[in-house]
C-alpha cells in the first residue's frame, strides 16, 4: 500500500521581477537613475520607488553611485 497517492507540483526556484527608471535624489540634492532593480515578493512593487528615495536622501552621490553601486 503506498503512502503518497497523489501530489502537486510547486515552483522551487525563486521568481525575481524588475522595476526600471527609478530615480533618486542623493542627500547632496544630485538626482541619478537606477536603471532597474530586481526584486523578489519581500519587496512589495509599489513601496520600491519610496524605498530607493529614502536610502538615497540618506547618502551622498559619491556613497550611492561609485562606492555602493560601482558606477564610477
Known amino acids: 500500500m503506498p503512502l503518497i ?3 502537486e507540483p510547486i515552483q522551487v526556484t525563486l521568481q525575481t521581477d524588475q ?3 527609478i530615480p ?3 542627500k547632496g540634492g544630485v538626482m ?3 536603471e532597474k532593480i530586481e526584486y523578489d ?3 512589495i ?3 520600491i520607488h519610496h524605498e530607493i528615495n529614502q536610502f538615497c ?3 551622498s552621490l559619491q556613497q550611492v553611485y561609485t562606492d ?3 558606477q564610477g
Do not use: E, L, P
Request: aromatic share 20%; net charge negative; proline share 0%.
Open 5 to 7: 497517492t497523489q501530489f
Open 19 to 21: 522595476v526600471r527608471d
Open 24 to 26: 533618486c535624489g542623493t
Open 32 to 34: 541619478i537613475n537606477f
Open 41 to 43: 515578493n519581500t519587496w
Open 45 to 47: 512593487y509599489d513601496k
Open 57 to 59: 536622501s540618506a547618502h
Open 68 to 70: 555602493m553601486f560601482d
